[in-house]
């Protein structure tokens, strides 16, 4: 059964919704997602986004973590979650190939979103 991988989708950015697991993950883990979600988004209409990782603490306390290349992993604001979410769309993608094997292999890679986290994920961003 294939899985589907979920983002939040603007002008410029692309975001990819991961379980409060993501926070267990190593840099090295985070770059193998960003590079795999990359290579399948090449020759589409969204290859010039930029990509970042996005969770959530699990705790339904509102707290999100945003973990991005050429940034240093940190919780974004209130303000940037409502902005975030106002600003963008939801997108679904096939989980690429290599992920979805990961995930099967590596107990770090069951970091990927399902539709009623992801659901559950957007309303406590409004709180």
């Known amino acids: 059964m ?10 410029k950015d692309l975001y990819i919704l991961l379980t409060f697991r993501a926070r267990n993950l190593t840099h090295s883990e985070k770059i193998d997602i960003i590079l795999e979600v990359e290579r399948q988004l090449m020759g589409t209409p969204f290859e010039d986004k930029y990509l970042h990782l996005l969770w959530s603490d699990g705790m339904g306390n509102g707290k999100f973590t945003l973990w991005s290349e050429s940034k ?55 709180f």
């Open 2 to 11: 294939k899985s589907n991988l979920y983002v939040l989708l603007n002008e």
């Open 72 to 126: 240093a992993e940190f919780e974004i604001s209130f303000e940037q979650k409502i902005s975030l979410v106002n600003s963008s769309q939801l997108e679904t993608f096939d989980l690429p190939n290599y992920l979805y094997e990961l995930r099967d292999k590596n107990p770090h890679f069951i970091v990927f979103a399902e539709k009623s986290y992801v659901d559950s994920m957007l309303k406590i961003m409004y």
